[in-house]
């Protein structure tokens, strides 16, 4: 049974912003994803935001008003506020007042399954967290009176504080680092196997999950465990998740399902999650899966360009996929350049998709025939298992293969070159 949600209130100051509509909308979807009902929402047309309460004092007062009519203790706000913003939106409005940042930090938290996930998180928590740690957080501070004495106890509380998360924080990293190595041996592992790799990458609830579940539907390697987590959320998964596909004419590549993008996405939340986001990085072909049938695609579209420059993700070969066109009344599946126009829950679109994916990652094959002895078993064995057979015949001194390969592997089979 799904626990109550929180009713909220949401708030947010235009100041000249372009995409202030759409940033609100999506307020709301994340809203949605903490399991929070947003009862109504407060917006303010200002040029520039008041330094000490984010919000004009009237707007402060309306607020304040709003919440006791709706029965309603939590505001979550469209930015990031200052420490001291977010203590005199309190105090005024006796609301706890969760910022933009705050809030996404939660959804993460909650939807963390992996160690490290969980550490990456942790960590970027307590970073936000480290500033705005203050006196009145502290409950021996609700006693404290006008004397320099018992001030002088409050900021001293405070620093242990601060030491103890710097500390917690520290030892979080050090174990990351470690689960880190781990991974990093297995992705190493992976590049050894020569394999050509594909990363799917996206706005989050794109349809990424949906696409590499359907990718995996058509590898003859793959079964129900291999599945992927999906569901109509923001943020469903933030496991990289990395499968081997294996097509019915044994071509194979690795597939990545990395975790979903959104606007203003915290900068410590980027930086520990580099290393989830390293499959991307590493990747022979991006593929940037995007709801076409969201109004604003082309706004999620600049938003996961900028966050994959921003992990270092460039001059990638990259396919736009446009998901949904079936949402958007958009003929599909049809391939345009580097772009399709598919639907993740369609078979056609699917199998041009994989098309689509075999004419990039492909490109710099050749095709060769090869004359394996039957003495060598293990040659054939690899071959059979790895790589792309074209055609296969039995000969008096051993089995003539066609292959098509890549330039490492047709020199590891150069002595069999007929």
Partial sequence: MNEESTKVITGGVSHLQNDFDYTMNELTALCEANNMEVKTTIIQNLDRLVAATYFGSGKVEEIKHVAEENDVKIIVINDELSPSQIRNLEKQTGLNVIDRTEL??????????????????????????????????????????????????????????????????????????EVDKNLDTQSQKRKNNILPTVALVGYTNAGKSTTMNALLNKSISSNEDSKVFEKDMLFATLDTSVRNITLSDNTNFLLSDTVGFVSKLPHNLVESFKTTLSEAK????????????????????????KTLKEIGVLNKPTIIAYNKSDL??????????????????????????????KDNIYKDFKQAEFLIPFNKGDVTSYIQN??????????????????????????????YLI
Avoid: C, M, W
């Avoid at 990747?283 to 600049?302: F, G, M, R, T």
């Avoid at 792309?388 to 089979?413: C, R």
């Fill in 104 to 177: 996404i930090l939660q959804v993460f938290a909650s939807r963390a399954k992996t160690k490290q996930a969980k550490l990456q998180v942790e960590i970027a928590q307590l970073q936000y967290e480290l500033p705005r740690i203050h006196p009145s957080g502290n409950p021996l501070d609700q006693q404290r009176g006008g004397s320099s004495a018992t001030r002088g106890s409050g900021e001293t509380k405070l620093e242990l504080d601060r030491r103890v998360i710097r500390n917690r924080i520290t030892a979080l990293k050090k174990q990351l680092l």
């Fill in 282 to 305: 590493d990747a022979d072909l991006i593929i940037h899966v995007v709801d076409y049938s969201d109004p604003n695609s082309q706004k999620n579209i600049e938003v996961t360009e």
């Fill in 328 to 357: 958007a009344n958009i003929a599909y599946p049809s391939i345009e350049g580097e772009n399709i126009y598919y639907s993740a829950i369609d078979e056609k679109s699917i199998s041009l998709l994989i098309k689509l994916i």
């Fill in 386 to 415: 790895n790589l792309e057979i074209l055609s296969k015949e039995y000969l008096e001194t051993g089995t003539k293969f066609k292959l098509n390969l890549n330039s490492t592997e047709y020199q590891k089979l150069a002595n």
